[in-house]
């Protein structure tokens, strides 16, 4: 029997339990179960109780009073402790039938996902050990990185990154579509969802940095660092390599608008075959939506 599964992750800010609320959210009206696992052991105030919280084996609050560690530090710890005790999270999980999408709530220290290996054991353990579960990754980029193109293709940079690491078909996405309305025309909005070079050399405001910065004769000011010549040749690079991988594209996401969301849910679940294993129903058939987690009904 197939499990299915999505990694929510991102660095901070992107919105990820936001997404994972609006998910819950949209299952729940379309009668469709889910199950839900925070993995982030120092995340607190959830809309919906989680089914398996990492921080009843563990918490990042004590690691770091007790191993006087500070919060990248702890929160490896934290991970290296769960794969040391993995039954915590796969016995609970051995129940949950096809039906289920099991959705991941991760921390958003990216190192996680671009430099230690310790996600990548984790999620061999879940996809290929007795468990089975067909996942993907939700990588979550905010959207307002949009409006400085160096701090974009760094984004994008870490979101193939974590595709490298972690070798695992991702779904990338821009969150909070909402804040970046009447700053950046919808044409332009579309040249962001498949990333190029192209992006660096039409952008005015920087080019004026550059040429401001350039002729200055301290090469080592703040302003010259930031935005001369030196700055400019590897945000180049990195745009470059970005290009020449052509692995990055983005969906856009509002996690207030229900179609939104359920747009970005049918890409994951294309992503995880999802719709392949499910048995055909007959219309009067319904699936219980209660099972699995408690929500917050108000």
Request: charged letters at 25%; a negative charge.
């Amino acid at each position: 029997m197939s499990k299915f599964g999505v990694l929510v992750m991102g660095p901070a800010g992107a919105g990820k339990s936001t997404f994972c609320t609006a998910m819950i959210q949209h299952l729940q009206n379309n009668k469709r179960p889910c199950y839900y696992v925070n993995l982030d052991p120092a995340a607190e105030n959830f809309p919906f109780e989680p089914d398996v919280d990492i921080k009843d084996l563990i918490s990042l609050e004590d690691v770091m009073e007790e191993m006087g560690l500070g919060p990248n530090g702890g929160l490896i710890y934290c991970f290296e402790f769960l794969l040391e005790n993995l039954d915590f999270l796969t016995e609970p999980l051995d129940t949950v039938t096809e039906e289920y999408l099991i959705i991941f709530d991760m921390p958003g220290q990216i190192e996680l996902y671009t430099h230690v290996p310790i996600l990548p054991t984790l999620v061999k353990h879940l996809m290929r050990g007795s468990l089975n579960i067909n996942m993907c990754a939700a990588y979550l980029l905010e959207s307002t990185f949009i409006i400085d193109r160096p701090k974009f293709f760094a984004g994008t940079l870490s979101a193939m990154s974590a595709m490298l690491m972690l070798e695992m078909p991702h779904v990338n996405i821009l969150s909070k579509m909402d804040l970046v309305k009447g700053q950046v025309a919808r044409k332009d909005l579309k040249r962001f969802i498949d990333p190029d070079i192209g992006l660096l050399d039409d952008n005015p405001s920087r080019a004026m940095e550059y040429e401001q910065t350039d002729g200055d004769s301290d090469p080592m000011a703040t302003h010259n660092i930031m935005g001369g010549s030196s700055f400019k040749r590897l945000n180049r690079a990195v745009a470059q390599l970005i290009d020449d991988f052509s692995m990055v594209s983005f969906l856009q996401l509002d996690a207030q608008n229900e179609d939104s969301v359920g747009a970005v849910i049918s890409y994951i679940d294309d992503a995880i075959q999802y719709h392949e294993a499910q048995e055909p129903r007959e219309p009067k058939d319904e699936i219980e939506t209660d099972i699995g987690y408690d929500a917050m009904d108000g």
